[in-house]
C-alpha cells in the first residue's frame, strides 16, 4: 500500500465521503462494499482503511458532517424565528426535524431504518455517537436557559426540559412499527402535549 502526500489524502478523503453519501443513501450500509466506495477514485481497496477504520465509520462521518450542515437551517426555522415564544419554538422544531427525516436519506438511514445500529462501528465511533447526542441537546439548552431567566417555563430545569423536547423525537425510531397516518397523529399529539404544557401558566 502506498503512502500519500497530505494533499493527496484530503481529496482522497473528499472523494470517499462523496461517494459514500450516493452509495449509502442508495444501498443502505449494509449492501454497500468496500469495493462501491473505492472504485474510480484510483486507490486500491485495501488502502480504504487509511482513511477510515470501517465503512460504518465512514456512514458515521457523513452523519455528522450532513448534521452540522443543516443545524443552522433548523435553527433559523424554529429556536430563532419564535424566540421569545417557546411553545412555538417548540412546534417548529420538532416539524422541521420530522420533516428533514422524512426526505433525507442519510439521515432516514440512522433514525428510522436504524441500520447502523445492526453494525459493529469501532470504540471511537461508539464514543461519537454518545457526543452526537450529548450535542443535540446542547444546541438547543441556550434557548431554553434564556426562557428560563424569563420566566417563561414550568418549575423544572432548563436542561430537563431541553432533554425532553429531544427526546420526543426518539419515537422517530418506532416509525416503521406504526402506520404511517397513525405516526404522524402521535407525534402531533407529543408535540403538542409539550408545547402546551411547557409554558408557566398565567396566575
Given at each position: 500500500?502506498?503512502?500519500?502526500?497530505?494533499?493527496e489524502?484530503?481529496?482522497?478523503?473528499?472523494?470517499i465521503?462523496?461517494?459514500g453519501?450516493?452509495?449509502?443513501a442508495?444501498?443502505?450500509?449494509?449492501?454497500t462494499g468496500?469495493e462501491?466506495?473505492?472504485?474510480g477514485?484510483?486507490?486500491?481497496?485495501?488502502?480504504f482503511?487509511?482513511f477510515?477504520?470501517s465503512?460504518?465509520?465512514?456512514?458515521l462521518?457523513?452523519?455528522?458532517e450532513?448534521?452540522e450542515?443543516?443545524?443552522?437551517?433548523?435553527?433559523?426555522?424554529?429556536f430563532?424565528k419564535?424566540r421569545?415564544?417557546?411553545?412555538k419554538?417548540?412546534?417548529?422544531y420538532l416539524?422541521y426535524v420530522?420533516?428533514i427525516?422524512?426526505?433525507?436519506?442519510?439521515w432516514r438511514?440512522?433514525?428510522?431504518e436504524k441500520?447502523?445500529?445492526?453494525?459493529?462501528?469501532?470504540?471511537s465511533?461508539?464514543?461519537?455517537l454518545?457526543?452526537?447526542?450529548r450535542d443535540?441537546v446542547?444546541?438547543?439548552?441556550p434557548?431554553?436557559?434564556e426562557?428560563?431567566?424569563?420566566?417563561?417555563l414550568?418549575?423544572?430545569?432548563?436542561?430537563?426540559?431541553?432533554e425532553?423536547?429531544?427526546?420526543?423525537?426518539?419515537?422517530?425510531?418506532?416509525r416503521?412499527?406504526?402506520e404511517?397516518?397513525d405516526?404522524?397523529?402521535?407525534?402531533?399529539?407529543?408535540?403538542?402535549?409539550?408545547?402546551?404544557?411547557?409554558?408557566?401558566k398565567s396566575e
Amino acid at each position: 500500500m502506498r503512502s500519500f502526500t497530505d494533499g493527496e489524502r484530503e481529496v482522497i478523503k473528499r472523494k470517499i465521503i462523496d461517494r459514500g453519501k450516493d452509495c449509502f443513501a442508495r444501498y443502505g450500509i449494509k449492501k454497500t462494499g468496500i469495493e462501491d466506495l473505492t472504485e474510480g477514485l484510483g486507490i486500491a481497496k485495501s488502502s480504504f482503511y487509511s482513511f477510515f477504520n470501517s465503512k460504518e465509520d465512514l456512514f458515521l462521518q457523513i452523519f455528522k458532517e450532513e448534521k452540522e450542515a443543516l443545524k443552522d437551517s433548523i435553527l433559523e426555522n424554529s429556536f430563532l424565528k419564535y424566540r421569545t415564544e417557546p411553545d412555538k419554538a417548540i412546534r417548529a422544531y420538532l416539524r422541521y426535524v420530522l420533516d428533514i427525516v422524512d426526505n433525507h436519506p442519510i439521515w432516514r438511514k440512522v433514525l428510522i431504518e436504524k441500520e447502523h445500529h445492526e453494525l459493529t462501528i469501532s470504540r471511537s465511533s461508539e464514543e461519537e455517537l454518545k457526543n452526537i447526542r450529548r450535542d443535540n441537546v446542547a444546541i438547543i439548552l441556550p434557548f431554553f436557559e434564556e426562557w428560563e431567566e424569563a420566566g417563561l417555563l414550568i418549575d423544572k430545569p432548563a436542561r430537563i426540559l431541553a432533554e425532553t423536547t429531544q427526546a420526543v423525537l426518539s419515537l422517530i425510531h418506532f416509525r416503521n412499527e406504526i402506520e404511517d397516518d397513525d405516526f404522524s397523529e402521535i407525534m402531533d399529539i407529543f408535540i403538542d402535549l409539550l408545547a402546551d404544557n411547557i409554558l408557566k401558566k398565567s396566575e
